[in-house]
């Protein structure tokens, strides 16, 4: 059954960013710009996508609608066959080649065994950008669509600046982000993209996954990942295996960053995962000697 869509915010976030809160599983986020009504991912279902945009028809007016697909995980795009065929679906180039890999469509099929997933299908976007940034010009506001890879090679994160406001996505996450492989490369970039995000200097950084706009989750991914870079650098031997080393003293995720203690059972199994995930990419770039985090940032 599909969680219920409510309309949420921050305190002092500007009126013109509105959350999509689906439960506890994604957020979405709804900009009002002067020219344009802006929707920053679609949920995880039609039905959901539905009930966003019925919420919001009090908040649109007569602007023309824009979608920007942050990135192809189904919790942010599967709700794109709610929307008329006109509108716009903004996204990096290499969401097209993520859509391409059978992956998607095993994703799908896996998924639309449970009923709320009956009615998906995969809607591709229909504008895409390459390089590092596309702007979006709303008239009062200016939306910089960043590549932000690492979590995912598409990764899109949105920066208001008139706003100080990033929309991270994934890219930040509480309680840890979730590398997108153990190839040294993907590590790198999502380092990367989260040293991009906190030298904006945002007021605001609205996460997708932890119900948070807080900066300090942005330097607090970061230490996650010196520390891991600290504990693994100290082993005797890197050919050590995640799983093993993931239950180890010391190296456990409530050994590196602090677990919230009413999280439930399932959350934190998922978070427990995405550490064994982040510490086999560490180990492998340790054995390639790849650096993946700046010195400048200790943990």
């Known amino acids: ?113 449970k009923r709320r997933f009956q009615d998906v299908e995969i809607f591709a976007p229909t504008m895409t950008f390459t390089g590092e940034i596309m702007t979006v010009h709303g008239g009062d506001l200016t939306l910089e669509l960043i590549h932000t890879p690492g979590h995912t090679p598409d990764h899109v994160a949105v920066w208001i600046p008139e706003l100080r406001t990033c929309l991270a996505v994934d890219a930040v996450e509480f309680p840890i982000p979730e590398v997108w492989s153990s190839d040294p490369a993907d590590l790198r970039a999502l380092c990367a993209s989260l040293t991009r995000i906190r030298d904006l200097q945002a007021d605001y950084v609205v996460l997708a996954h932890g119900q948070s706009a807080a900066p300090a989750v942005v330097d607090a991914n970061l230490r996650y990942f010196a520390r891991l870079r600290g504990r693994v650098a100290g082993l005797s031997d890197v050919r050590t295996d995640a799983s093993v080393l993931a239950g180890r003293e010391g190296f456990r995720l409530q050994d590196m960053v602090t677990m919230p203690t009413d999280m439930p059972d399932e959350t934190r199994a998922f978070y427990e995962a995405c550490h064994r995930s982040n510490l086999a990419a560490v180990l492998q770039a340790c054995r390639a000697g790849v650096a993946f985090i700046g010195d400048d940032f200790d943990a």
Not at 7 to 27: H, K, M, N, S
Not at 44 to 71: D, F, Y
Request: aromatic residues 6%.
């Open 1 to 113: 059954m599909d969680p219920t869509v409510q309309l949420a915010t921050y305190p002092v976030l500007d009126e013109r960013i509105i959350i999509l809160r689906a439960g506890d599983e994604v957020d979405a986020v709804f900009i009002r710009t002067a020219r344009y009504n802006v929707l920053v991912d679609t949920l995880a279902t039609p039905a959901l996508c539905r009930q966003a945009l019925g919420l919001l028809a009090e908040h649109m007016a007569a602007r023309p609608l824009l979608v920007i697909n942050s990135h192809m995980d189904w919790d942010h795009f599967w709700g794109n066959a709610a929307l008329d065929r006109g509108v716009p679906i903004i996204a990096h180039a290499t969401a097209s080649d993520r859509l391409r890999q059978p992956t998607a469509r095993k994703t799908l099929e896996e998924k639309k065994r």
